[in-house]
């Protein structure tokens, strides 16, 4: 928490880091849950699980063979604060998912979101630097399956963009956030929902 994606995946840049895919992997067990990512979690059982995920310690040709999130013996019983940390996860890394450096590309992108050319989407996605480039594919096929689950888990691609756009793309200075807030994000969110929506048809071409 708090660190870069580069230094998480330090010792592998074909690998997301042990965190997401820990909860992901955790998450997509339970991809029926209803509200996973907008309910909120148990604040003591998500310290305790916090916890554990910092003081991973794993050398990496047992990685190399893990292939589900229970192999690290770590602890998760409760759903919804296993989304929530997550999110903070996405929030507190140091460089968002989508770069500062590339914001203003992907804003000017979601401007014109109603008449949307996924040719464009999939350059922005192409250009992200590698270690962000692998953990937004990852994530976003997360997020693809959760909203086919809507029936039951109540997780929409509306509803998935409306919690996790700021956590993934935002500008680094913070002079203008009422702008940001108030005119950009609403159609950063149009944009990632729709990313979301037809990730099926994206993930091919990237």
């Known amino acids: 928490f708090g660190s870069t994606i580069e230094a998480a995946i330090s010792h592998n840049n074909e690998q997301v880091p042990d965190i997401s895919f820990i909860l992901i992997d955790y998450l997509k067990e339970n991809i029926t849950n209803t509200g996973i990512l907008k309910l909120p979690g148990h604040f003591q059982t998500m ?5 554990q995920l910092i003081n991973i310690n794993i050398n990496i040709n047992e990685k190399n063979n893990i292939n589900n999130y229970k192999e ?3 602890q998760i019983r409760d759903v919804n604060s296993a989304g929530q940390i997550l999110k903070d996860y996405l929030r507190e890394l140091q460089i968002p998912l989508i770069p500062y450096k590339q914001y203003i590309i992907w804003y000017n ?3 014109s979101s109603k008449d949307v050319n996924q040719k464009n989407i999939v350059e922005l996605i192409k ?3 590698l270690p962000h480039h692998i953990l937004f594919l990852y994530l976003f096929n997360f997020f693809y399956l959760l909203q086919q689950h809507s029936d039951d888990n109540l997780m929409s691609s509306d509803t998935i963009s409306e919690e ?3 956590l993934i793309i935002r500008p680094k200075s913070s002079r203008n956030k ?10 950063l969110k149009i944009l990632i929902s729709y990313i979301i929506n037809h990730f099926d048809q994206i ?3 990237v």
């Open 203 to 205: 993930r091919l071409l």
């Open 109 to 111: 992108i979601s401007i």
């Open 127 to 129: 250009e992200l630097p």
């Open 47 to 51: 310290e305790l699980i916090k916890k």
């Open 72 to 74: 690290y013996n770590i």
């Open 178 to 187: 009422k702008l940001y807030i108030n005119e950009q994000l609403p159609k």
């Open 164 to 166: 996790i756009t700021s």
